[in-house]
């Protein structure tokens, strides 16, 4: 039976300083030990470093995740002025 672990949460000073020691050569699986971090956590930081310099998850949406955003958002804007329009009528 495993125990879930607690979620935590990091700065982004902290992620990129993470981020900093792989870069400078300490290997993953040192800095994950050391500062008891999650395999996934620790890639999520280096991809999202790589690709858009920023750990802000909007920041690090594909243009197809974007698109749909926006598509999503336009929807609801038309559905609520259709039902306005119904009611009218």
Same mark, same amino acid.
């Given at each position: 039976?495993?125990t879930r672990r607690p979620? !935590?949460?990091?700065?982004? +000073? =902290?992620?990129?300083?993470?981020? $900093?020691?792989?870069? #400078?050569?300490?290997? !993953? &699986?040192?800095?994950?030990?050391?500062?008891?971090?999650?395999?996934? #956590? =620790? $890639?999520?930081?280096? !991809?999202?470093?790589?690709?858009t310099g920023s750990f802000? +998850? &909007? $920041?690090?949406?594909?243009?197809?995740?974007? +698109?749909?955003?926006?598509?999503?958002?336009?929807?609801?804007?038309?559905?609520?002025?259709?039902?306005?329009?119904?009611? #009218? #009528?």
């Open positions: 039976m495993s979620r !935590r949460t990091y700065t982004e +000073e =902290f992620k990129k300083q993470i981020v $900093d020691l792989h870069k #400078a050569g300490k290997s !993953r &699986k040192e800095i994950i030990e050391e500062y008891d971090l999650t395999g996934s #956590a =620790f $890639d999520k930081w280096v !991809r999202q470093h790589n690709q802000k +998850e &909007k $920041d690090n949406l594909t243009p197809e995740q974007k +698109e749909l955003k926006e598509l999503r958002k336009a929807n609801t804007q038309l559905q609520m002025e259709n039902d306005i329009l119904k009611q #009218a #009528a």
